[in-house]
Nanobody
Framework: QVQLVESGGGLVQPGGSLRLSCAAS????????MGWYRQAPGNERELVAA???????NYADSVKGRFTISRDNAENTVYLQMNSLKPEDTAVYYC??????????????WGQGTQVTVSS
């Protein structure tokens, strides 16, 4: 069983910063990628940022230059540093873990979500 524990969400004013953390624990096979998605009311869940096992980073165009994803491989933890936050960044942010299970292929796990609200 794999668990993802997220932390770091909250209320922040426009232009402010937040740092999200997600720690993975349990029976984790080979990690293919870890990342963050978000979902605002009425919208579909979208990729925010992800980092692969090869350290390749991928960002949504809307957050490039403002958000930075990083990963602690020893602790199976992924971070999302969010700077210059805008009201349109308001959403529930979900941690995503993609693993490569021998004989079964890729499988994804999701965190419970953490609310980020950007408002004055």
């Amino acid at each position: 069983q794999v668990q993802l524990v997220e932390s770091g969400g909250g209320l922040v004013q426009p232009g402010g910063s937040l740092r999200l953390s997600c720690a993975a624990s349990g029976s984790i096979f080979s990690i293919d990628a870890m990342g963050w998605y978000r979902q605002a009311p009425g919208n579909e869940r979208e990729l925010v940022a992800a980092v692969t096992s090869g350290a390749h980073r991928n960002y949504a165009d809307s957050v490039k230059g403002r958000f930075t994803i990083s990963r602690d491989n020893a602790e199976n933890t992924v971070y999302l540093q969010m700077n210059s936050l805008k009201p349109e960044d308001t959403a529930v942010y979900y941690c995503n873990l993609r693993v490569d299970i021998p004989g079964a292929g890729l499988y994804e796990y999701w965190g419970q979500g953490t609310q980020v609200t950007v408002s004055s």
